[in-house]
């Protein structure tokens, strides 16, 4: 088969196409939707505990990068269950949610917060810093939570649009 006929099948019959599930049955979008919430609980639950070692105020005895690398396997389980349910979530209904300005804006706060996760949150959760002062890591920890609940604050947005 080549890919011109693949083409010209599907043009002819677009009914053959499989439907998204998300599209064809009612109960698939609040399975998807609960994992996809499970996974964001996960993934911003882990970064708060980050967070708040970082700024002093839980788990003062053990050394932040120790803390780190325990949690890491648990941020990147969240952040893996958002990057296969998210997608799943979009495709059920993609021309709708880019006219949404709060799915913008998630999208861009989640891509930022990530971003800063791995840049600024690495850096300050470096075992050379377990002894240094908190300092600058404690305004990392803020902006950490400041971008977390905007993109939490901006996926209930959507729903409510």
Known sequence: MTLAFLAHAVLQHPEALPR???ARWEWVFPVIESLHICGFTLLVGTIVI???RLLGLRLKEQPISQLARAL??????GIIVQLVTGPYLFSGDPFEYVQIAAFRVK???FAAALIFHFTVTRAATAPSRDAAPLGWRRTAAIVSLGLWAGVMLAGLWIGNL
Request: aromatic content about 14%; hydrophobic content about 65%.
């Open 72 to 77: 890491s396997r648990w941020i990147w389980a």
């Open 107 to 109: 999208i861009l706060l």
């Open 20 to 22: 998204n599930p998300i």
């Open 50 to 52: 980050l967070d708040l």
